[in-house]
């Protein structure tokens, strides 16, 4: 088992900044990357970004630019720093750490982030 723990999110006005924070416990050999997710109210959840245990990095085009990922090992945690938010970006910001050898995922809790325009 592993668990992820958010922390950082926030209400914040358009153009400002937050930073994530997702910290792991547990089984973290079993998990081969770490990323955030995000769902909007009525929406489905989408990937935001991601960083691979060998340190590649993916993001929504949405996010490109703005968006920054980044993993300290030491500390099983993964960050996201967001700049020049917008209000679309506004959802529910979940952790996630897909397995390596099965097709499963485990989630945080979510951490809520609202941009007011």
């Known amino acids: 088992q592993v668990q992820l723990v958010e922390s950082g999110g926030g209400l914040v006005q358009a153009g400002g900044s937050l930073r994530l924070s997702c910290v792991a416990s547990?089984?973290?050999?079993?998990?081969?990357?770490m990323g955030w997710y995000r769902q909007a109210s009525g929406e489905q959840r989408e990937l935001v970004a991601t960083?691979?245990?060998?340190?590649?990095?993916t993001y929504a085009d949405t996010v490109k630019g703005r968006f920054t990922i980044s993993r300290d090992n030491a500390k099983n945690t993964v960050y996201l720093q967001m700049n020049s938010l917008k209000p679309e970006d506004t959802a529910v910001y979940y952790c996630?750490?897909?397995?390596?050898?099965?097709?499963?995922?485990?989630w945080g809790q979510g951490t809520q982030v609202t941009v007011s325009s």
């Open positions: 996630n750490a897909p397995m390596k050898w099965v097709d499963y995922d485990f």
């Open positions: 547990g089984s973290i050999s079993a998990i081969n990357a």
């Open positions: 960083i691979t245990n060998g340190g590649t990095i």
